[in-house]
Nanobody
């Protein structure tokens, strides 16, 4: 049973930084795809960033390029999202997802999801 556990959310002022973590438990594959999604109140869920844990494939939404960095620590089986220069429009619940299929993950239909961590950015 795969379990994803996010942490690191919180409240910051605009221009501040946060680092989200997503620990993966029960994943026995050596490589897979993981990503971050977010959903603001009253809006649809959107992809933020995603990557291949064992390769060069990465994706960033245009709205976060240059500000957010996705990374993965294989030894810790943990995905990170470093968020800098945060803006009020980044306020959302952030979810971690994982899947063996890039198209499935990229489309927001990954098989495994965490419970979410709230990020609130005040102006």
């Amino acid at each position: 049973q795969v379990q994803l556990v996010e942490s690191g959310g919180g409240s910051v002022q605009a221009g501040g930084s946060l680092r989200l973590s997503c620990a993966a438990f029960g994943y026995t594959y050596s490589s897979y795809y993981m990503g971050w999604f977010r959903q603001a109140l009253g809006k649809e869920r959107e992809g933020v960033a995603a990557m291949d844990t064992d390769g060069p494939t990465t994706y960033y939404a245009d709205s976060v390029k240059g500000r957010f960095t996705i990374s993965h620590d294989t030894a810790k089986n943990t995905l990170y999202l470093q968020m800098n220069s945060l803006k009020p429009e980044d306020t959302a619940m952030y979810y971690c997802a994982a899947d063996l299929s890039w198209p499935r993950l990229y489309s927001g239909n990954g098989n495994y999801w965490g419970q979410g961590t709230q990020v609130t950015v005040s102006s």
